[in-house]
């Protein structure tokens, strides 16, 4: 079964707007690990931001945030002021327990292209 | 400099040959993976390695048999290639419960 799923296939914005994508999850676990990755033209993949499940607050990191709604099992990542490099393929992942070596599972990735 | 090396970063492979993909990580993380990215399945995980032992392994086939000589490399070794088996192969390290650094991959071509 697909522990993490992204519906949407690909995006496109203008500049300088706002973008959200959106990922949700299933696990059996009390404790997982949620985070997003950005895999660049190159192939280059790079971690943004990432969830602990048992925060309440929704992380931020530079223009890059979260919308954790751990009742529905979803985790959006909201891009603001989005730039043209910006442009790339988001993945979300999730980890599940507290074992270092935990299989980080990821969805299918979503496609982001910002115009200018 | 990066901190995961991936060698070599291009391989063609004729089918039935055997390759082996090299990775090596310089950020003293303990545990190390394999996923695999391809069209029909993106960012497949393969295997994961913690202190040099094997804590998982999703692949089916036991073609694909990962070998740690230090505690900073985790190989991986293809035999009897396949043209399915065309992929890029991304290796990663991380530290206790964090996330992962990936390296730049191995684009492995089994014609």
């Known amino acids: 079964a697909q522990k993490v799923t992204q519906t949407q296939t690909s995006i496109s914005v203008m500049e300088k707007t706002t973008v959200t994508m959106d990922c949700v999850y299933e696990t059996q676990d009390s404790s997982y690990f949620l985070f997003w990755y950005k895999q660049t033209a190159s192939g280059e993949i790079v971690f943004l931001i990432r969830?602990?499940?048992?925060?309440?607050e929704n992380a931020t990191v530079g223009h890059y945030s979260l919308n954790f709604q751990k009742p529905k099992s979803s985790i959006g990542l909201i891009i603001t002021a989005t730039q043209i490099e910006d442009s790339a393929v988001y993945f979300c992942?999730?980890?599940?327990?507290?074992?270092?070596?935990?299989?980080?599972?990821f969805g299918s990735g979503t496609k982001l292209t910002v115009e200018p | 400099d990066p901190k995961i090396i991936q060698k070599p970063k291009y391989l063609v492979a004729v089918t039935g040959s055997e390759k082996i993909l090299i990775c090596e990580q310089y950020?003293?993380?303990?545990?190390m993976y394999w996923y695999r990215q391809s069209a029909k399945k993106p960012l497949e995980f393969m295997f994961s390695?913690?202190?040099?032992?094997?804590?998982d392994n999703q692949t089916a086939s036991s073609r694909f048999q990962p070998q740690s000589s230090k505690k900073n490399h985790l190989d991986l070794q293809i035999t009897a290639l396949k043209p399915d088996d065309s992929a890029t192969y991304f290796c990663a390290s991380s530290p206790q419960n964090s996330d992962y650094t990936f390296g730049s991959g191995t684009r492995l071509l089994v014609i």
């Open positions: 390695y913690s202190y040099q032992k094997l804590m």
């Open positions: 992942a999730m980890r599940e327990g507290m074992s270092n070596y935990n299989v980080l599972y």
């Open positions: 950020l003293g993380h303990n545990a």
């Open positions: 969830q602990d499940s048992y925060k309440k």
